[in-house]
Structure formats: C-alpha cells, structure tokens
C-alpha cells in the first residue's frame, strides 16, 4: 500500500502538470475564442451552405490558403507568447516546457480541424480530403522544422563566405529543452528586438518574427481600413468566409499585444473588455436609421382609402359581378424568405396578367420583405431601360438574379471591423454595419437593371394602380408593437381607416421622415445579432429603436388582416351588395418560408424533442424561439377563416416544406447554387428535391391563376 506521503506526491505531480496545461491554454484564449466562433459559425446552416457555395465556385484554393494563414498565425503568436517569462510561472518546468512546445501546434492544427469537420457535415468531401493533406503538411512543418534548419546549418557552416556562416548561426537554434526557460522578458523581445522603435528599423531585426509581424499588423490596419471605407467590397471581394480566416490571422496580432499586457500586469482581460463594451454602449449607437434627403413630405403620401379608389377605378369594379381584390403577406426567414418570395411573386406576375392589376397589397416581414421590395422596385423600371440579361429573363428571373448575390459578406466585413472597434469606442464615430447590408442589396440591383431603385424613396412609389403597395412590418423594440413602413400613410382623417389601423403605427410619421425603399425593407428584417436594432433620434436625443417584424409576428397577417378589412368597409365582401356596393372577392396569397411548418396551419405541430438539459433555463429560450412562428402560424389560421368562412373569399397558401435527407437552406444572407436550385424546385419544373411540394404549389397556382381571371 501506498503510503500518505506518495499520495500526496502523486497528487500534487497531477496538479502541477494540470497548472502546466492550464496556463499554456490561457496564453493562447483569444486563438481558442475565435476558433470556437469559427466551429459554431461553420457549423451552422448559413457556414454550411457558404462552404458549399465556395466549392461550386472554385474557391477550394482560396479557403484553404487562408485556412492555412489562420493556423500559422494561430501557432506563431502562440508560440510568441509562450515564449516570454510571466510571474509564477508553473512549477513544473519540464510540464511548462512540454505544452509550451505543444500548444502552438495543437492550436494551430484546429484550424484545419475545424473547416476539415466541417466540410464533413456540409458533404464537401474534396474540401475536407485537401484540408487534412493541408493538416498533414502543416504538422510536419511545425514538428520538423528544427531538424531541417539544423541541416541547412550544417551545410552553410562549412562555408568559406562569412554571410552564409552567419546565416547559419542564426538557423541553428534549438529545440525547446526539459529544463529551459522562456527566452524573452517581454513582447518586443520575443519579435527579436530590444525595444519598440527598433520594430521600425530593420537593420535591428533579428528573427523571422519581425518582419511576419509587421506585415501581420499592416494587413489588419489595411483591411480595417477598406472596411471602414467601403464594406461592400471588401465583402465582395473576399466573401464572408475567407474574410473571417483572414481576420483571424490579421486579428491575432493586437489580441496577443493585448493578452500579453493584461497577463504581464495580472488583469482579467476578457473581464475588462466587456466591462469597456458595456460602460461604452451608454454612448456609443452608431445603429441610427439611414437618413434620406430626396424623400418626400411624410404626410403627402396618400392614404390607404385613396389607393383603394384608385384601384377600384383601375380595376372597374361594379355590383353586378365580383373582382378579386389580391392582398400578399409573405413571411420572414432571411435570405431564403427573400429568394422564395421574389420567386413566387415573379412567376405569376409572368403567367398571370391580372396578377399585377388585382395586386393591391403586400404586407411583408423580415427576408420577405426584401423579397416583396426587390419585386415592387423591379417594377418601377421601365422594360426598356433593363440591362439585356433581366430584359431578357423576365421578372422572375431578374429578381432571383439580385437575390443570388453574396449580402453576407458585406455584412461580414462590417460586423467584423467597423462595427467590433465601435462596441469598445465611446463615441459613434464607426460606420454602422447595417449600412453594408443595404448598399448590398443597392448594388446587386443595380449591378443587374442597371437602374438604382432600392436607392430610392419608398414613399415616392405613391399609390399607382396596377403595382401593389408595400407594408413592411417591424417591431417596435421599446413597446413590443408593430411599426409599418408604406408607400402609403393610414390612420389618416378617414374615420373608418383610423379605426380599421388603430393598432399599428406609421413608421415613416414616427420616425417623422422618407426612408429609402432598402433602409424600409431592412429595418423589417433586422433580426437580433445578424442586424442592429435601427435607433432613430427626435431633438438629437434617442427616441426609440426597431427590430426584426418577425420578433412581433412573422407573417405579415395582422397588417394583411387590417388592410382587406377596410377594403370589405369600403366594398362589399361576402357576395351581397347592399346599397349597391361595388363587389370584391378577397383572395389571400400567403408565402411562407419553414420547410417544417404543417400543412394545416391551424394543427399545433407535434414532432419535436422536448429539452432535457438545462430544462429551466432553455426552456425559456427556446419559448421566445418557437413563439415567433407559433404565434404567427395561429394569426395566418385566423386569416384564413375569415377569407374563406366569413368572406366567401380565396386563400392560397405557397410553402416550403422539409425533404429526407436534405438540408434546408439556410436564413442568413447568402444563397449557394445548389440552394438556390432547392428552393425553385418547390414551385418551379427544375431539378430538386420536394417534388411533392412542388406538385401542391403548382397546383395552388393554377387555382389562384384562374380565380383572377374572373
């Protein structure tokens, strides 16, 4: 048996080894931070449709170049760091010194782990096999590198010219000893000159270190600068995964300055920087709702009552025979609402030539909104002014065209430069990301029409017959009620108008100002982390903020609801025509973007997993997840009896719906091709994967078809 004092001594040999481990770790947290957002980032449905997307393109190369370039940063400022004498270092030397050479290259080696894992789950089989032989390179290079310059040294020191033995004395370094101590006293030490004004004179360079860190510190002030300056293309450019590899290496090296000074001075870093975020966020939103100088005086735009006349005149209504009246609410869902919405919309204004004409509303929330904008700018632009590849597509095809640009990275770019440096600046001086995401969408519609209308004044659309208006639904995040953005104003002096929109308010008079149609749509679709939420000011003080509309209700059927209610005032609804009132038949398009909702939206669904761990605490979480749709699946079901029960009306509903063996595509701002393909297959004759879902949207197309024709 053992006796008490080898126990202990066991234990404490455990301890120390653990204390070893532990403080190498905490040297290399900013490298295990980013690493883990990367994971969570690539791992989630819009990292996995941009993998996919990168391999359709031939970026393979790309992604693994800066893959590659993470990694060495990851193990190179690693390295640098451990490298340098702390105070209390672990009492365990040879424990110290076997995880200071270790660490480096474990942490560098999760970056190809990471996409290599990744392109795994996204089915990416060939960018997986290059990541691993990238994997494999990179471990040998960092575990045999010693043994290689020990060569190359030999072989130069038995040189007779004087600068190649010295160059041999500076290859030949040793590795990390049992017993050695870290070399350097501190962080310019460890660059390989003796003070800070040497980094700027070469002559005083010393190692490799140097020069790789100057070239790291000048790319990020370069690529912080272009993002300032101009997100979009930086975006663009890059796209939003190569963008996040590069930042990471460009990153690493103020991280490390800033781990090295709070560890030198024991000082909770991490700590400290929320804490500057927090105190710094009392005066720092840049978030303010885009200003628009060309707009037009909020109250000269015309009511609701006013556009139902002008449509009612357009469309030649009488109380001999009914006319569908058309009103959309189209649900949100980011980039896939947006794509499935501009698709659905396209395809029967090009098969239908009533659509447009009985078309009098959309109501649309989040990524349908952007979908209901791009399709209602399309139509402000004269055919003949049409770039010839949209002339030539048509309508449907122009729109998915703009929707199939790359949005995230623009958004990426800001989120990670401009808008980081905000959160830990006092003062509002940095550009606000939510900028970058609407001047995506600018600049893809115009890159395709060639006509800059999302750039444009939604309250200019006026009340036109023969274009549907727009109600585009946010919330309103300081009272949890909708705040609607319209081509239109209501509530007006029209008694049973002001009634008909008592509940919901007029953002454009609230925020006493024109938005242009971009700043409209995405201030329905700022969804919490992805967006900001918009701030807008009244006297130079903050007045409120607004947040996705989908936070309030995503599916647009309240304000839908509302409108063909003071439509059925205005006319007659259910078949009578008392007073000789013109005639009306409502007819309800819904567009729905959740492949796993039911088809009975009245049906609660019932195939989920209840939350086991952590129940207390996620199940609130997941409430305040599942409520958004719940709640709107609940007013859509109401919708649809009153269309159909009490109006004799119609209601289509066009969804999505969940496919075996297939990924849904994904909410955020990018689309792949391959996700692109499955979400016209859900309407469309073109190869897919929901052919019975395809068979259920024809259908109701037909149908809807038919019925405005009446």
Known sequence: MPSNNTNQLQTNSLAAKMRAFSYCLNRGRFSIVVLAIGLGLLLSD???????????????????????????????????????????????????????????????????????????????????????????????????????????????????????????????????????????????????????????????????????????????????????????????????????????????PVGSLMSYAADKRGLPLLTLLLLVALISSFWNDNHEIRKFENGVTVNDRPTVSQALENWATANKLSAEQETPFVVVATAGGGIRAAYWTATVLGDLHEKSAQFAERNFAISGVSGGSVGATVYRALLEVPAQQLKEPCLQDGVMKCTQRILGHDFLGPNTSAMLYPDLAQRFWPFPWFPDRAKALEQGWERAFYEETGIDVLNTSIGKLGAKAGTPMLFLNATWADNGRRIVASNLRFGSEDEEERNTF??????????????????????????????????????????????????????????????????????????????????????????????????????????????????????????????????????????????????????????????????????????????????????????GTAPDCRKVNQENESLLIETLKL
């Open 46 to 252: 819009q990292g996995q449709d941009l993998l996919i997307g990168d391999v359709e393109d031939g970026k393979i190369w790309q992604d693994l170049l800066a893959a590659t370039a993470w990694a060495f940063s990851i193990w190179g400022w690693c390295r640098l760091l451990l490298d340098i004498r702390y105070h209390e270092p672990p009492s365990c030397t040879a424990c110290y010194n076997y995880w200071r050479k270790w660490m480096p290259r474990l942490l560098g080696s999760l970056a190809f782990v990471v996409l290599a894992f990744a392109a795994f789950s996204a089915g990416q089989y060939a960018l997986m096999g290059y990541t691993i032989g990238a994997l494999i390179g990179f471990s040998i290079f960092v575990t045999g590198r010693r043994r290689a310059q020990h060569k190359v040294a030999t072989a130069l020191g038995r040189s007779n010219f004087n600068f190649t033995r010295a160059a041999a004395v500076r290859l030949e370094i040793n590795d990390i000893g049992i017993e050695d101590k870290p070399p350097y006293s501190s962080f310019v030490g460890a660059l390989g000159v003796s003070s800070p004004a040497q980094l700027f004179k070469p002559k005083h360079w010393k190692l490799w270190r140097t020069a790789l860190a100057m070239l790291l510190f000048a790319s990020f002030l370069l690529l912080a600068a272009w993002g300032n300056l101009d997100p979009v293309s930086q975006g663009s450019y890059f796209g939003a995964l190569i963008l996040f590899f590069i930042w990471g290496a460009t990153w690493l």
């Open 502 to 687: 008592a509940r919901a308010k007029d953002q454009l008079v609230i925020l006493e100002r024109d938005i242009r149609m971009s700043t409209a749509a995405h201030n329905s679709a700022r969804f919490p982390m992805v967006s900001p939420p918009g701030m807008w000011k009244q006297k130079d003080k903050i007045a409120g903020r607004l947040q996705d509309g989908g936070l309030f209700e995503n599916y647009g059927a309240e304000t839908a609801f509302e409108i063909l209610d003071l439509a059925c005032k205005k006319f007659s609804c259910n078949g009578e025509t008392p007073n000789g009132k013109q005639r009306i038949k409502p007819v309800v398009i819904l567009i729905s973007s959740d492949p796993g909702l039911p088809p009975d939206l009245a049906e609660s669904p019932t195939d989920y997993e209840p939350v086991r761990f952590g129940y207390e605490v996620r199940s609130t979480f997941k409430t305040y997840e599942k409520v958004r749709s719940g709640r709107a699946a609940e007013e859509a079901s109401r919708l649809e009896a009153w269309t159909r029960n009490d109006n004799k009306g119609e209601f289509y509903h066009f969804r999505m719906c969940k496919t075996e063996g297939a990924g849904q595509p994904p909410l955020g701002w990018y689309l792949s091709k391959s996700a692109q393909k499955t979400i016209q297959s859900y309407l469309l004759d073109v190869e």
